[in-house]
């Protein structure tokens, strides 16, 4: 069974740099048909996409963040990461990672496995 | 982007009543819509995919339909475990855009 798990510091202060790491485990991260993504949730709010990136190091970013994020792979630890640049509280949510499904093509995909999610606080 | 319009913002029903949530999209997305129910706590779990396909292991009381800009997911026959937040999602373009969602409350 396909396990996510999201790890980081859970408290960030403001105009620092947020580093998340997605470890997969239970499949391998170089698998042609996914794409590996980050979706945020703020307290109480709905859910925001981050960004999405495929083991050869191939991007999508949501252009609201897109300068201040910086994802990567790492598929010999079969890991991907996320940097948020210059957070502010308003970057206070869950994270979490998730498998873009795109076997039937990019735009059919959805998100099929979650991680639980880490709450990363942002306050000095 | 895409904006996706969910309604109602809540809605209140019992075990065993049928109930439908609707999503709009901003601008034609074909089928490439997914739904998502999510329990307080809980990452979010996919129950539909390109807007009427049912994930394996969803129970067959989840359905969808719709194209183009509408889309709906119904829930035949409310089962306690129901009671979630549902999110509609769509894939169509980037950036990837989410409903606000729709909170099934116990009436």
């Known amino acids: 069974q396909l396990q996510l798990q999201e790890s980081g510091p859970g408290l960030v202060k403001p105009s620092e740099t947020l580093s998340l790491t997605c470890t997969v485990s239970g499949g391998s991260i170089s698998s042609s048909n996914y794409y590996w993504g980050w979706i945020r949730q703020s307290p109480g709010k709905g859910l925001e996409w981050i960004g999405s990136?495929?083991?050869?190091?191939?991007?999508y970013h949501n252009p609201s963040l897109r300068s201040r994020v910086t994802l990567s792979v790492d598929t010999s630890k079969n890991q991907f990461s996320l940097t948020l640049n210059s957070v502010t509280a308003a970057d206070t949510a869950v994270y979490y990672c998730?498998?873009?499904?795109?076997?039937?093509?990019?735009?059919?995909?959805?998100?099929?496995?979650w991680g639980q999610g880490t709450l990363v606080i942002v306050s000095s | 982007d895409i904006q996706m319009t969910q309604s109602p913002s809540s809605l209140s029903a019992s075990v065993g009543d049928r109930v439908t949530f609707t999503c709009r999209a901003s601008q034609n997305i074909s089928t490439y819509l997914n739904w998502y129910q999510q329990k307080p706590g809980k990452a979010p779990k996919v129950l539909v995919y390109?807007?009427?396909s049912l994930q394996s292991g969803v129970p067959s009381r989840f359905s969808g339909s719709g194209s183009g800009t509408d889309f709906t997911l119904t829930i035949s026959s409310l089962q306690p475990e129901d009671f979630a937040t549902y999110y509609c999602q769509q894939s169509y373009s980037a950036p990837i855009t989410f409903g606000q969602g729709t909170r099934l409350e116990i009436k």
């Open positions: 990136i495929y083991y050869s190091g191939s991007t």
């Open positions: 998730a498998r873009y499904d795109i076997s039937t093509g990019f735009r059919p995909g959805y998100f099929d496995y």
């Open positions: 390109t807007a009427s």
